[in-house]
């Protein structure tokens, strides 16, 4: 066991937490924050591979390192716009649900009135 | 010395992760934040050690940007929890 | 060496708890601070992954930036959180989730693994080419040189999402200035910080940035550091967010990404192909491109924290 | 020279972890959100700085010793408004403590 493959083993457990949270809870923003937890793991996923590349004086591969730095601007702004849309159906609805039937029973009722 | 400064490192991390029981305990949410605050702290003095044991170039500008940034996200907590 | 693991040990076990009770808190408040703590944590597990690039970089925007991001909307949406709460999905669900879980970290444990010994690199490449940049740092060279295409199109892509945050905001605000009206009570001990704090950080994101062509650095972290001042000093009310109709800042914000592509299609003129740049020019024209690029991505990144437009100038 | 400097090396920083020891337990045992702030400036001040002391004798040049000085007082800046962002919050949450 190196601190290579420690990290690595760590950062599969942290995607599949986040994959669970993802899945699971029921708030948008909290999946937003799951979405961030997986992310955390994947780059480290990376960043095990660049560390095992370690050669030519470098202690990692390059490549993959710069590949995590545009990654996480990236998720970033994916972040920052997800937040966005919740709070935006936050104020047009008064709540933050992803339940597709809340909206149609509301069209039903406009549409019998 | 390396070793010294690791074990250091290593004890400050330990410590802070003590406090992180905070955290997990709250009760408040200002309770937490003085976590994520030791936490801070700790990981910049973490930093300076590693950065003194290892010779990697550049850690001591990752301890500079985390001592910057260190008030900004309770800045955040407290502007919004107002 | 033992030592050095007893540590890795340590840190790894508590990355995986912040993790976890991350995704357990009740409040998401107490969630997001858990996530920042999260952010810290792994910006010393690059460290240990010699790293350094990434860690700077996680450190800025994986923690800082996102962190006041969902700490702002956590607040907001707060009211919501109980009749949410109340969907809790089924038993079933859960299971089914679960063992997807499960079968996802097996997957990826097992390919980290199994790994083929010693792992592929392109590090002697990237060492080999290295002299062709003038640039020392490795990690510079692939974003702005070897793989430019990408950061190119990432910086198009933050503007893309800064457009679609601004798209959000409804018709009778459009134009106006982010951030909710009436955020701006003076607080003496805030302003001072405020007031103190983004000269340094000016200093410190100019130093990353200059020390980024041989040693960690960078324009993304340079850029991160100076949006943060700037969120800090609306934060404290001594500036506000600028209306987003401003042509002055439509220009800054677009300025980075089209000085990219000029020299990018200087370089069919010059070398030959797309973002090729002529012998012995390359490290005057990268500075150039980062230089360009900073101030645009610190507006775009400060602007995406500030959110969609939310209210108009008083006639 | 060398063997001085070592010996204020180990010394600083016992210290200073010592501190961060005294941080976390005060964080963790004392009974209120106030008197849990006043702990946890301990280490954000003592801590930290006997660190920055102790490393400063094997700082590389006048300018890493400044980098490690810049650091510290960042960290005291930030810690000093934290803390009293932090407490006006605390006392406005939770008045009866």
Redesign the interface.
């Known amino acids: 066991?190196?601190?290579?493959?420690?990290?690595?083993?760590?950062?599969?457990?942290?995607?599949?937490?986040?994959?669970?949270?993802l899945?699971?809870?029921?708030?948008?923003?909290?999946k937003?924050?799951?979405f961030?937890?997986l992310g955390?793991g994947m780059?480290?996923?990376f960043?095990?591979?660049?560390?095992?590349?370690?050669?030519?004086?470098?202690?990692?591969?390059?490549?993959p390192?710069?590949?995590?730095?545009?990654g996480?601007?990236?998720?970033?702004?994916?972040?920052?716009?997800a937040?966005?849309?919740?709070?935006?159906l936050?104020e047009e609805t008064?709540?933050?649900?992803l339940?597709s039937d809340v909206s149609t029973t509301e069209r039903e009722v406009d549409g019998e009135s | 010395m390396a070793e010294f400064l690791l074990g250091a490192a290593a004890f400050v991390v330990a410590m802070v992760a003590v406090g992180l029981l905070r955290l997990l305990r709250g009760p408040a949410n200002t309770d937490r934040m003085m976590a994520g605050q030791l936490l801070g702290t700790g990981g910049i003095a973490a930093l300076l050690l590693l950065a003194a044991a290892t010779n990697i170039p550049g850690v001591m500008d990752v301890a500079l940007a985390l001592a910057l940034l260190a008030a900004f996200s309770s800045v955040a907590f407290v502007m919004s929890a107002s | 060496m033992t030592l050095e693991l007893v540590f890795d040990i340590g840190l790894a076990a508590l990355v995986l708890t912040v993790a976890t009770w991350t995704l357990l808190a009740r409040e998401t408040t107490a969630a997001v601070i858990g996530f920042v703590a999260y952010g810290l944590l792994l910006t010393l597990v690059w460290v240990r992954l010699a790293a350094v690039d990434v860690a700077l970089t996680e450190a800025a925007i994986g923690s800082g930036m996102t962190g006041v991001l969902l700490l702002t909307a956590a607040a907001r949406l707060r009211a919501t959180e109980a009749v949410a709460n109340a969907e809790q999905p089924g038993a079933t669900l859960r299971v089914v989730a679960a063992l997807l879980c499960v079968s996802v970290f097996a997957g990826l444990a097992g390919i980290v693994l199994l790994l083929p010994e010693p792992g592929p690199t392109l590090a002697p490449q990237a060492a080999a080419n290295l002299g062709s940049t003038g640039l020392g740092n490795a990690v510079t060279a692939v974003l702005l040189s070897f793989r430019a295409i990408d950061t190119l199109l990432e910086t198009v892509v933050l503007l893309l999402a800064l457009l679609g945050v601004w798209s959000l905001a409804p018709d009778r605000v459009w134009g106006g200035r982010p951030g909710p009206q009436g955020n701006v009570q003076r607080d003496g001990v805030l302003v001072f910080l405020a007031q103190l704090l983004p000269p340094v950080g000016i200093v410190v994101a100019i130093h990353l940035f200059w020390v980024g062509a041989d040693a960690p650095g960078g324009k993304f972290q340079a850029a991160t550091i100076l949006a943060a001042m700037w969120i800090l000093a609306q934060q404290a009310g001594l500036t506000d967010a600028p209306p987003v109709d401003r042509r002055w800042l439509r220009l800054v914000l677009v300025a980075g990404p089209a000085a990219f592509l000029a020299v990018g299609f200087l370089g069919f003129a010059a070398a030959g192909a797309f973002l090729a740049y002529p012998a012995g020019y390359a490290k005057p024209l990268i500075l150039f491109i980062e230089a360009a690029l900073m101030p645009s991505i610190a507006a775009t990144l400060a602007l995406l924290v500030a959110g969609p437009p939310a209210r108009t100038e008083p006639p | 020279m060398t063997l001085v400097l070592d010996i204020l090396t180990v010394v600083a920083v016992s210290a200073g972890v010592f501190f961060f020891l005294a941080g976390t337990v005060g964080l963790l045992r004392f009974p209120d959100s106030l008197s849990r702030l006043h702990a946890l400036t301990k280490a954000d001040n003592l801590g930290l700085g006997l660190v920055v002391l102790g490393l400063l004798p094997r700082a590389d040049g006048p300018f890493g010793a400044l980098k490690l000085i810049a650091v510290w007082l960042l960290a005291q800046l930030a810690g000093a408004t934290v803390t009293q962002l932090l407490a006006r919050a605390a006392r406005t949450a939770e008045p009866q403590e």
Do not use: E
């Open positions: 066991m190196n601190t290579a493959t420690l990290f690595g083993v760590v950062a599969a457990a942290l995607v599949a937490l986040g994959l669970y949270g899945i699971v809870h029921p708030q948008p923003l909290r937003i924050l799951a961030n937890l955390g780059f480290l996923i960043g095990v591979v660049a560390r095992r590349g370690a050669a030519a004086g470098m202690g990692g591969d390059p490549v390192q710069a590949l995590v730095i545009t996480l601007v990236v998720a970033f702004s994916a972040t920052a716009l937040v966005a849309l919740v709070v935006r936050f008064g709540r933050a649900i339940r």
